[in-house]
């Protein structure tokens, strides 16, 4: 099991730029490294969607509609994994998860979440 | 539109089932194993139903998965008022590489 705990979200202007974090805990059996990672996000009123992967070969994949504005990466020397989003509009304001890559082709474990309000 | 097409919504009285499906919208995508995940609001996703049918410990036996084709369905039996929230399926596509959700299904319990 592991413990996932997002942040860095907050208010921010249209157009600028942001970075969210996750920082994983409570590692039993495998470290950070071995874990790819997912991003997905969910704006209010609306479903899940997927943002980005990083495989724990530092491989990532991004969403056609996100590509060229997100970074995703990771330090696992610290067991974080980071997301950066540039030229915000109000459409992304959303919640924002990390979550494990799971051996079985899915997603399995989650953080709580971290919100993003982007202001006009 | 998700490449993945669920219903908005389902009903039934407590201690019915219902069905949800999960079908690809576009034959393009190329995938194999379908999951489910259950989400209530304000909380984060939580995975239940993996590789189309096996079920993650601690998830009851009422919830239930089958694939047939390029459809998947996930069955809720015995519903309760704590099966009320929304459920997602989702894949990931091997020919895109990219991992696709479904539109998501609310569940209510009458």
């Known amino acids: 099991q592991v413990q996932l705990v997002e942040s860095g979200g907050g208010v921010v202007q249209s157009g600028k730029s942001l970075r969210v974090s996750c920082a994983a805990s409570s590692l039993t059996g495998l470290p950070f490294s071995a874990y790819g990672m997912h991003w997905v996000r969910q704006a209010p009123g609306k479903g899940l969607e997927w943002v980005g992967f990083i495989t724990n070969a530092e491989r990532t994949y991004y969403a056609d509609s996100m590509k060229g504005r997100i970074i995703i990466s990771r330090d696992n020397s610290k067991n974080t994994l980071s997301l950066e989003i540039s030229s915000l509009t109000v459409e992304d304001a959303a919640a924002y998860y990390c979550a494990t890559d799971g051996p079985n082709r899915d997603i399995d474990q989650w953080g709580q979440g971290t919100l993003v309000t982007v202001s006009s | 539109q998700s490449a993945l097409t669920q219903p908005p919504s389902v009903s039934a009285a407590p201690g019915q089932k219902v069905t949800i499906s999960c079908s690809k919208s576009s034959s393009n995508i190329v995938s194999d194993y379908v999951s489910w995940y259950q989400k209530f609001p304000g909380t984060a996703p939580k995975l239940l139903i993996y590789?189309?049918?096996k079920r993650p410990s601690g998830v009851p036996d009422r919830f239930s998965g089958s694939k047939s084709g390029t459809s998947a369905t996930l069955v809720i039996a015995g519903l309760q008022t704590g099966d009320e929230a929304d459920y997602y399926c989702?894949?990931?596509?091997?020919?895109?590489?990219?991992?696709?959700f479904g539109g998501g299904t609310k569940v209510t319990v009458l």
């Open positions: 590789e189309d049918n």
């Open positions: 989702g894949t990931w596509d091997t020919r895109l590489t990219v991992w696709v």
